[in-house]
């Protein structure tokens, strides 16, 4: 699925060092000639996923040659501010419950349009012109900030806030978390599966000392259950037809 030409714009990926950003480096580094990565320490209960981040751009890089020669720079900002402003499920060491509003209590207000801000903001001094990010409405847990045209409404603030065209790109919009890994074979084969399977981190309460058909995680909080879900399903509809009861 490569492009054979890739496009001459230069991206930014918001790379957490989970599924889906993993997932988004791959799709970016098969259409743009130039593409960094960015990443956020927000006092994430996970932090295990940031430590996946070097490994993965790595493994990534030597899976392709293109990949290798056009994937740039990473940058680490601090985002702990977000932390300071109140508690969540996703910072601190509170069960995870649904909200009176409807929300689980892992929502992070504002997470997602302060990182597109902050990664606008590198973007424009690294002149970078894409922003990719794995945002998804079709099987998010609710928050807001994942919402399509919240991201439009901010491509459109971005833009002229910098006074510059800015495209925000989120090419899991509309997949559920079978087509993400079906998104990664097509991208990379079974090899970039693996990659994605083993080497991500999802889940929100840090754990990786069990390995799953699906990857690693503690199997119960609501981040590896949808993981857990999406890989079993994706599993069933590849299934080659002759395998199928
Ligand atoms: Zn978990």
Known sequence: MTIPTPSPRRALVLFSGGQDSTTCLAWALSRYGRVETIGFDYGQRHSAELACRAPLRRRLAEMKPD???????????????????????????????????????????????????????QAYRRGLDVLVGGMSQTDYSGYPDCRDNTIKALQVALSLGLDQP?????PLMWLDKADTWE?????????????????????????????????????????????????????????PHSDRP
């Not at 985002?79 to 509003?101: C, W």
């Not at 889940?203 to 609501?222: K, S, T």
Request: glycine letters at 8%; aromatic letters at 8%.
């Open 183 to 239: 998104l990664a074979r097509q991208l990379g084969g079974a090899a970039l599966v693996e990659l994605v399977r083993v080497e991500t981190h999802t889940c929100y309460l840090n754990r990786r000392d069990v390995l799953h058909a699906w990857g690693y995680g503690c199997g119960e909080c609501p981040a590896c259950v949808l993981r857990a879900r999406g890989y079993a399903q994706w599993k069933a509809r590849s299934r």
């Open 67 to 121: 990949w290798a020669a056009r994937l740039g720079e990473d940058h680490l900002l601090d985002a702990r501010v977000l932390r300071e402003l109140g508690a969540s499920a996703m910072t601190d060491d509170i069960a995870i419950t649904l909200q009176a509003s409807g929300l689980p209590n892992t929502f992070v207000p504002a997470r997602n349009l302060l990182f597109f801000t902050l990664a606008a903001a």
């Open 166 to 170: 800015l495209t925000l790109e989120t």
